[in-house]
T-cell receptor, first 116, second 109 residues
Framework: KAGVTQTPRYLIKTRGQQVTLSCSPI?????VSWYQQTPGQGLQFLFE???????NKGNFPGRFSGRQFSNSRSEMNVSTLELGDSALYLCASSMGLAGVGTGELFFGEGSRLTVL | TQLLEQSPQFLSIQEGENLTVYCNSSSVFSSLQWYRQEPGEGPVLLVTVVTGGEVKKLKRLTFQFGDARKDSSLHITAAQPGDTGLYLCAGGTASKLTFGTGTRLQVTL
């Protein structure tokens, strides 16, 4: 069974640019959650999508957005990049809603974004 | 805002030692999960506890959920180098999974 796939694994952008990250969940999983991980702030929740609908959103500015397609694949976009957006962006898939906290989240290896 | 504080932040011990990691919050959670993350990888689920006072064992790892469902602990007996990694607790409510601040464990020979 293929795991969660995130692309690209590494990318470098400059301030003001935008970036799109992609996540393919495990087959059959309908929920995709996105997290930002930095050494100082730890793992911060961005948003969760379930059946193409955003079900929950973290405390991030509107520059961070996402969507989910009918095949459950998800993308997140960050516009007008800032230096502080440098981080590891992790995607996780699950059968049901992740927020309930009883099902297992399966994480991808992440996309490491560096903003110069 | 729900916060999950983990302690200690960093822990460096030798093989064979025992250790306990704590996860504390002022909020009540319906469930508590523990994940381990190794360098270059995403976190991997170790255990889920849902009942106050619940204790679960996974080989040398013992997990406990506090009676009030506000805190949890992870105890490792006879640590091994393979236990090295970032340990994250995560509290679940009806709508959101909140991750703790993390404990980075290094086990040396």
């Amino acid at each position: 069974k293929a795991g969660v796939t995130q692309t690209p694994r590494y990318l470098i952008k400059t301030r003001g640019q935008q970036v799109t990250l992609s996540c393919s969940p495990i087959s059959g999983h309908r929920s995709v959650s996105w997290y930002q991980q930095t050494p100082g702030q730890g793992l911060q929740f961005l948003f969760e999508y379930f059946s193409e609908t955003q079900r929950n959103k973290g405390n991030f500015p509107g520059r961070f957005s996402g969507r989910q397609f009918s095949n459950s694949r998800s993308e997140m976009n960050v516009s007008t990049l800032e230096l502080g957006d440098s981080a590891l962006y992790l995607c996780a898939s699950s059968m049901g809603l992740a927020g309930v906290g009883t099902g297992e989240l399966f994480f991808g290896e992440g996309s490491r974004l560096t903003v110069l | 805002t729900q916060l999950l504080e983990q302690s200690p932040q960093f822990l460096s011990i030798q093989e064979g030692e025992n250790l306990t990691v704590y996860c504390n919050s002022s909020s009540v959670f319906s469930s508590l999960q523990w994940y381990r993350q190794e360098p270059g990888e995403g976190p991997v689920l170790l255990v889920t506890v849902v009942t106050g006072g619940e204790v679960k064992k996974l080989k040398r790892l013992t997990f406990q959920f506090g009676d009030a469902r506000k805190d949890s602990s992870l105890h490792i007996t006879a640590a091994q180098p393979g236990d090295t990694g970032l340990y994250l607790c995560a509290g679940g409510t009806a709508s959101k999974l909140t991750f703790g601040t993390g404990t980075r464990l290094q086990v040396t020979l």
